[in-house]
């Protein structure tokens, strides 16, 4: 270029250009555009080559050469910060390199009217009146520039802190988004995971979403377009009362939650679980109800088939109830016409028995030992039996109770043991005894059985004394199967040979005996027969002894 | 005047120990003996009158059982103030009231030993049914032998 003219129109080209260079760098990024520097641009060689030398005198000239200064300076920073990535802040300088190559452009236009016009120095008064005029012109226009430079500025700095605050909440939204994303997820995740159905119920719009499960849950495919209709359609007709109360009281407590059938379309029933929860507005009013659905059919069914077979395990328990109580019924039955039937052949065994004795007169001794013998044997039979037959007679299920004064039974029994209490020898003692509730025959023979016991086994030598006491006690400090209340507790102690306390338990068991037969006659029925009494009477019958030293029976029996 | 016993049992046993002790305690006393309680009820009717001293009466026969008899002998006239001794294996209290109050005179639980029944027997032939046209009070009722 020939440095001494400078083609004005190309320079302004030239900086259009260098606007659209730098446009293209900082928004498309085009890093390989090359911007001149301000000495090496063709204005920039024009300005040192020339122009400050040259027209020097011309204020606008030095004025053009600090713009144009300027605005590569500030197109050189931009280009930097937008190297270094801060792309905003680069974009946001354009404006005013815009506003600086727009004030170079009218810079440029006075420094070529003045240059045109005042070639000379003599044609410059005239010129310069003219010039004076734009002069202050251009004054006022590069002022109205400067403020409306200044205006865009500090709306461009407004605009970018804007931005900036913007981008900050836009970080911050990201990353609330992200939280709730994840939230969601994770959310989904345990809907997906605990089976739920969800359901978004909008209650001022009557607007009802439901999750793809919850449509399944209620015999749908997942991809139905199904109403809320539809859904309380498919609930079985006798759990709508129970949806309805459920909702009912959603509204008054906020919660949500009833179980109910639902008739899949196949007419299976499946069973479902419902829970919700009402938001409300400011204003206290319901807005939306969010809930989950889960289909609990299999814990139904569980604990359903739980209960079938509980019932099914007591009934069969019922049953064989039954059968065992028949079969003892049937037991004692036997046992009762076998022992009263053995009664018979027994008898005759014994008459004849007598018949022989008391006739044949040609038996020796030794016969005579054998038929003792035989009638002993017999007599133990028929003791047998008796016993037998009296223990199945305390199975019988339907007794006669009555309130009986215990004393009078006591002289009763007595009075059929008179004989052998005299034969011993034996003093009785009792203290007044109370009227009881008791099954009059049974009650005889328990203190028949318990008396003869106390006769029978002796201490040698030791006159037999019986002592009997009454008093009353607490159930529960007798046994843990006593109920509440009070007992009737009755005591019966003797003198004779007692027993080992570790038989105070076996002693009240059928055919149980201490003794040898040839020492003590007996059938090991006697103290079983009373025990069965006790439990007839809901009452209890312990023993103590110790041998030599007597023993003692009582008898508790429920006031 | 000789004696006229009856005696119902359907028990062999039984019938040849009671003629022996009666035999034994009376030479002279006659026995009629019915094997259960319709062939007791056709010999009365054959032989009534004149009624016979005492009736023995088993309670568990086939046919017709002691119970039946005791009641039809009560209704019918001629048959009505014969007195009836029960003789039974059964001591149950349960026999005992219902034949008491059937309006039988006597209870005789079939006893174990020879002696016994012959003793048993001894009381009721020594009994003045002239004198003894009442009941006896319950506690008498059963004979002690």
């Not at chain 1, 024009?46 to 713009?67: D, T």
């Not at chain 1, 727009?102 to 420094?111: D, E, F, H, T």
């Not at chain 1, 507790?489 to 003198?495: A, C, G, H, Q, Y």
């Amino acid at each position: 270029m020939d440095l001494s003219t400078l083609d004005f129109a190309q320079a302004r080209t030239k900086h259009i250009l260098f606007k659209t260079q730098l446009r293209s760098i900082l928004y498309h990024g085009q890093t390989d555009q090359h911007v001149s520097s301000h000495t090496t641009c063709a204005l920039g060689e024009w300005i040192y080559g020339l122009a400050l030398a040259a027209y020097g005198s011309i204020p606008e000239v030095v004025e053009l050469e600090k713009v144009h200064r300027d605005m590569h300076l500030a197109a050189a920073q931009l280009i930097d910060l937008y190297q270094q990535g801060r792309v905003e802040e680069a974009r946001a300088g354009f404006t005013s390199v815009e506003i600086m190559a727009a004030n170079l452009i009218m810079l440029l236009s006075v420094v070529e009217n003045t240059i045109d016009s005042g070639q000379t120095g003599s044609d410059r008064t005239g010129a310069s009146e003219r010039l004076t005029i734009s002069y202050e012109e251009l004054q006022q226009l590069r002022k109205i520039l400067h403020d409306l430079d200044e205006r865009i500025s500090e709306e461009t700095m407004q605009t970018l802190r804007a931005r900036e605050k913007a981008m900050a909440n836009e970080r911050k939204f990201q990353h609330s988004l992200m939280q709730i994303q994840v939230a969601e997820q994770r959310l989904r995740l345990a809907v997906e995971a605990s089976d739920m159905g969800t359901f978004d119920w909008d209650l001022e719009n009557q607007e009802f979403y439901s999750s793809p499960r919850l449509v399944e849950i209620f015999g749908f495919s997942a991809n139905d377009v199904v109403t809320h209709q539809q859904l309380i359609a498919a609930l079985h007709p006798g759990d709508l009362p129970i949806r309805e109360r459920a909702i009912r009281t959603s509204f008054a407590t906020g919660g949500l939650s009833y179980e109910a059938r639902v008739v899949w379309p196949d007419s299976t029933v499946h069973w479902v679980r419902v829970h919700g929860k009402i938001v409300h507005n400011t204003d206290k009013k319901p807005l939306r109800m969010y809930g989950t659905v889960i289909d609990i059919t299999q814990q139904k069914t569980f604990t359903e088939s739980l209960e079938i077979k509980v019932k099914e395990r007591t009934a069969e328990l019922e049953k064989s109830n039954n059968a065992l109580q028949k079969s003892n019924e049937e037991l004692a039955q036997f046992a009762f016409v076998a022992s009263h039937d053995l009664q018979e052949p027994l008898r005759k065994i014994q008459t004849f028995a007598t018949r022989i004795h008391a006739t044949e007169t040609a038996l020796t001794d030794r016969g005579k030992d054998y038929f003792r013998r035989m009638q002993q044997a017999s007599m133990q039979m028929q003791q047998l039996i008796a016993d037998v037959l009296s223990y199945s007679r305390m199975n019988a299920t339907e007794q006669h109770v009555e309130v009986l004064e215990l004393g009078g039974l006591l002289a009763k029994v007595q009075e059929q043991l008179s004989e052998r209490i005299e034969t011993v020898g034996a003093t009785i003692e009792a203290d007044a005894l109370p009227a009881m509730k008791v099954i009059p025959y049974q009650f005889e023979q328990l203190l028949s059985n318990i008396l003869s016991n106390a006769l029978k086994y002796i201490k040698p030598g030791v006159p037999p004394r019986v002592v009997i006491t009454a008093d009353t006690v607490q159930g529960k400090a007798i046994d843990s199967s006593a109920v509440e209340g009070m007992y009737h507790r009755i005591t019966i102690t003797d003198n004779g040979i007692g027993f080992d306390p570790q038989y105070s338990e076996r002693i009240f068991q059928v055919f149980q005996r201490l003794h040898g037969k040839n020492e003590y006659e007996g059938t090991g029925i006697g103290l079983a027969i009373c025990k069965k009494i006790m439990d007839n009477h809901h009452g209890f019958i312990t023993a103590a002894g110790e041998p030599g030293r007597g023993a003692t029976f009582t008898i508790y029996l429920p006031m | 005047m000789a004696q006229r016993f009856f005696l119902a049992d359907d028990d062999d046993d039984d019938r040849l120990l009671f003629e022996d002790a009666l035999r034994e305690l009376s030479a002279d006393a006659s026995l009629t003996v019915a094997t259960d309680g319709v062939d007791l009820m056709e010999k009365l009717e054959e032989t009534v009158p004149p009624p016979p001293s005492v009736i023995f009466l088993d309670i568990n026969m086939p046919r017709k059982n002691g119970f039946e008899c005791l009641t039809e002998m009560k209704q019918i006239e001629k048959f009505r103030d014969i007195p009836v001794v029960i003789f039974s294996t059964s001591n149950e209290d349960s026999t005992i009231d219902r034949t008491y109050h059937e309006g039988a005179n006597f209870y005789i639980h079939k006893p174990r030993s020879f002696e016994k029944l012959k003793s048993a027997i001894q009381q009721i032939i020594a009994i003045d049914w002239s004198l003894q046209t009442m009941q006896p009070s319950k506690e008498k009722y059963v004979l002690h032998f």
